[in-house]
């Protein structure tokens, strides 16, 4: 993805921000290793986040009418143009959040779980699994399930929406469940949100002149978009 800035103010980085300070939020799940140190944080991490976000900019620039919601709608109401982003604005914002829990779910960029390796027999729903089965979870399957999803091939923030509030149905999984679900959940949750309604609060992003967007993917670590130019333009 490559980014056509035509002009924008700046604001110092998170890790900027950071400096000098004796605690960072512990929801982020931060930590100081050393005196001036800060914790690295790990490949998969990042790879899987700044994936989420090519694919939150490729959403938006395809379907302009649920990013002029979200900006004019909630973003101008609950933060203006005069502060950056807060956690605590999430809660404000249920469409903007449904719109990230919808990039996740349509863009998979996880489609199968880490492999797991059962320690006795077991049964699910009639069927045995055998001691020592090696079992990998299809995500997929349930990511775009026609029995759970209204429009489960459609980009459709309404799956995460019940009477104009936030829902989460118990079947959206990115970051997989139980006891072995993803350490950075809350990390990532956390850096989405803020990541994605600061570009949006500061630009409108768009297909360049004379280009259709494609939503087609590009396999590697990560189910990813493939490679696209979009516009940012400042609001």
Known sequence: MSLGWTSGSWHPSVGHRCRGSAALPKSLGLAWTKPGVRTALPVPGTETTSTTIRWALLFM??????????????????????????????????????????????GNIIPFNVPRLTTKDTFVDGFLIPKGTIMVTNLTSVMFDKNVWETPDTFNPGHFLKDGQFWKSEYFMPFSIGKRSCLGEVLARAELFLFFTSLLQKFTFQAPPDTTLSLKVQLGITVAPQPYKICAVPR
Not at 69 to 90: F, H, M, N, W
């Open 61 to 106: 620039a395809k379907y302009p009418e649920i990013q002029g919601t979200i900006s004019k709608t909630e973003i101008d109401a609950v933060i203006g143009q005069a502060r950056q982003p807060a956690l605590q604005d999430r809660n404000n914002m249920p469409y903007t959040n449904a719109v990230i829990h919808e990039v996740q779910r349509k």
